[in-house]
Structure formats: C-alpha cells, structure tokens
C-alpha cells in the first residue's frame, strides 16, 4: 500500500532554512505528481506546492513562492522542500501527499504522518 513517510522538521530561528524529505513507497513514485501540504496551528491544511512526475515542473502557494523548492529525485523514490527565509508563520505540520484532492468535504488522497516546522527565535 502507499506509505509516506516524511522527515527534515525541527526547530529554526526566523530567516533560517530547513531540507524537508519524503520517501515513497507502495506505488510507482516515477509516474505521479507529488504535491506538500501544511497545516499551521489551529488552521486546516494548506496547499503549498506541487512537482511533476519527471520534476520538471512545480507550482507553487503565494505564500512560499520565491522561498521554498520542491524536487525529487526517482531514482530514490524520494522528493525534498528546500525552505529557505523562513517565517514564523511558516510553523507548521507539513505533509507529502499522492492523488490530493481538494473536495467539498476536505483533502482527499494519502499523505503522510507529517514533520513538524518550528519557526521561532
């Protein structure tokens, strides 16, 4: 079956970076387009970014554009958010997720158990 597992969160001061890792397993990673969520404190969950199958494209939330990239490597079965300038309001759970769906009753599609963002000074 599908696991996402997500690692890389931690505590960082403000402006600081952090390397987010999600490893893939259960289908084939090569084929789909793997997207991040977050969910911030008392906040339903958020889009943040989207990569193409072959990496070659993404998109991104206003909220992150210009600070943070996504890839993957396929190799691997593995994809990455590199979080650079990071604010406070970017405190968070974030999740990689397969065949996401925003619906009228909420995400849909399989993601993982998070990793959780912290940033504080």
């Known amino acids: 079956q599908v696991q996402l597992v997500e690692s890389g969160g931690g505590l960082v001061q403000p402006g600081g970076s952090l390397r987010l890792s999600c490893a893939a397993s259960g289908f084939t990673f090569s084929i789909y387009t793997m997207s991040w969520l977050r969910q911030a404190p008392g906040k339903g969950l958020e889009w943040i970014s989207d990569i193409s199958a072959a990496g070659g494209s993404t998109n991104y939330a206003d909220s992150v554009k210009g600070r943070f990239t996504a890839s993957r490597d396929n190799a691997k079965n593995t994809m990455y958010l590199q979080m650079n300038s990071l604010k406070p309001e970017d405190t968070g759970v974030y999740y990689c997720?397969?065949?996401?769906?925003?619906?009228?009753?909420?995400?849909?599609?399989?993601w993982g158990q998070g990793t959780q963002v912290t940033v504080s000074s």
């Open positions: 997720g397969k065949d996401l769906a925003l619906t009228s009753t909420g995400w849909e599609g399989s």
